[in-house]
């Protein structure tokens, strides 16, 4: 079965937005949602949000609190990651995936079952 295909990402100024796309054709029994994931330069592998697909209810990390959104479009199967006011920090490859979301401990949990490729995205200074 196919994984999600992701584009967007490229090279953006810092202060400049970014938007990454992610086309889900098939869930997994159990996947509840469409979560976002980046590996940082320094390695550090960090969930970004995520989105369920039946409310379409979501969730971000602190880090793009206020200057992210997740949405999603149904008739296209695409789910959308954006976020605002980029910072050099935010240089990394997302990933998307489908996945079991949940709240634990008062936390967003998502258990991927199915990776995007990848996208490259980098914040210059």
């Known amino acids: 079965q196919p994984s999600p295909a992701q584009s967007g990402g490229g090279w953006v100024p810092a202060g400049g937005s970014m938007r990454l796309s992610c086309v889900v054709s098939n869930y997994a029994a159990g996947d509840n949602c469409v979560a976002w994931f980046r590996q940082t330069p320094g390695s550090n592998f960090e969930g970004v949000g995520g989105i369920y697909t039946d409310t379409g209810d979501t969730y971000a990390a602190d880090f793009v609190q206020g200057r992210s959104a997740i949405s999603k479009d149904d008739t296209k199967k695409v789910i959308r990651l954006q976020i605002t006011n980029l910072k050099p920090d935010d240089t990394a490859m997302y990933y998307c995936?489908?996945?079991?979301?949940?709240?634990?401990?008062?936390?967003?949990?998502?258990?991927?079952?199915?990776w995007g490729q990848g996208t490259q995205v980098n914040v210059t200074s």
């Open positions: 995936a489908t996945a079991a979301c949940s709240v634990v401990d008062g936390s967003a949990s998502a258990v991927p079952s199915s």
